[in-house]
């Protein structure tokens, strides 16, 4: 589709110039200045840090609300999804633009099945890496190592090449996932198994080994299936733009995922989640302080953060971190586990929704603030949690990437800047220089 309806023109003085620029309008209401022409009609470029106020695109995929905490995924509520359908399907969803028919749902399974073993030759890659190594370097090293081991669409059969592509990349990095937990734990790879469903393969992978079998709880299957759904896109966050930058050099899908994992590595988008388990162990040790921890927040000479709080889209609470609380409980619960964390993470909640600083700023709770008490209760080490914030990304992170190379109105994106450097000046030779 990548159609908005044009629903009037502003007009800009500068000056004695004139200048008149499209309104265009979303399938959501929102609507938007066309400053396409902006510096031809006007000579004038515009300046928006961190594009607070920017669209870099049209885009089908996802529709967010943040004023009323409403995250759509073509068109379906994610509420729906995550109580209804499997994250395998939603990757499909994302990906192709529809629900998949039982068919289409069967071939891309089978798809994911035939590509989930990594060539033998990637196994050794492990080996050389440090034993304190991130699994973020690691994923984000392996992914675009495939690069070398399977070939560029070549573009003869789009949709059938983009399907292989697609899965290949799906089932392949959560084998890479999987694998670099085993190098880290000092435990044999264990392999994908074709019996098993996307989600169940991955707690296999990950938590059996040959001396204990591994119970794989179809609960867990469960949890595990939302967590990825609810990750699985958000429009045109950090880690998507950079794979859309990226992609829009025309370089392959994995280099361009692998841009995408560097950036969700970082603590204020993806690493959030690891940040906010080490935020709330710091409380812990710090005798259940939440107060000095939100004052520590609140004071702008410290960079400290509340981690799992605020968002640049979401003015409410996120929707995503509603049902991950409540999906907390019920995993807790079916591992028959306390955790001291969630309660102080309750506590730091309760509290900061009810300090002005938070209220007058509208931060909530985001999708990381409760998910690592999740992964934590699975037996996930803290740092493979964005690991696993990757996993559920990656289909959102592959249909940008698509649409972005199917955009009618594509182009290299290549920002401008407002210069504030030195005036033009000449080279001093060495011996001249005082
Ligand atoms: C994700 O974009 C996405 O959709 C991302 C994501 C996705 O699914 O892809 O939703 C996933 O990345 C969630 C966010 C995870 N990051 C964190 O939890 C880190 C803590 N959050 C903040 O760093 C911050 O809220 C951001 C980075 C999420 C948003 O940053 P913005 O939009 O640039 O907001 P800002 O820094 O301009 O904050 C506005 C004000 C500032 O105070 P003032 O200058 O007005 O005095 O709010 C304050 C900020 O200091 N503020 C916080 C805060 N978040 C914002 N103060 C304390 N703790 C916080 N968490």
Known sequence: MLEARHVGSAELR???????????EGNGGERVLDIRRLRADCGMTTLDYGYANTASCKSDITYLNGEEGVLLYRGYPIEELAEKSRFVEVAYLLVHGSLPTRKEHDRFSDLLNRHSLLHED????????????????????MVVSLSTFYPELSGNDVDEELDITTTRLLSKMRTIAAFSYKKTAGEPFVYPR???????????????????????????????????????????????????????????????????ICALWGPLHGGANQMVIEMLEGIARDGGDVKKCIERAKDRRDPFRLYGFGHRVYKTYDPRARIIKNTCHEVLQVLNKKDPLLDIARELEARALEDDFFIERRLYP????????????MGFPTEMFTVFFAL??????????????????FRIQRPRQVYTGPNLRHYVPLDKRS
């Open 392 to 409: 559920g990304r990656l289909p959102g992170w592959i249909a940008h990437w698509k649409e972005s190379l199917e955009d009618p109105e």
């Open 122 to 141: 990637m196994t050794h890659f492990f080996y050389r890496y440090p034993e304190h190594a991130h699994p973020m370097a690691i994923l984000s090293a």
């Open 194 to 260: 074709h019996d098993l469903s996307y989600c169940a393969n991955f707690l296999n992978m990950m938590f059996s080994s040959p001396v204990s079998p591994y119970e794989i709880k179809p609960e867990l299957v469960k949890a595990l299936n939302v967590l990825l759904i609810l990750h699985a896109d958000h429009e045109q966050n950090c880690s998507t733009s950079a794979v859309r930058l990226v992609g829009s050099a025309r370089v392959n899908l994995y280099a361009a995922v692998s841009s995408g």
């Open 366 to 377: 985001n999708v990381d603030f409760y998910s690592g008490i999740i992964y934590r209760a």
């Open 14 to 24: 500068i000056g004695d110039r004139v200048c008149h620029l499209p309104i265009l």
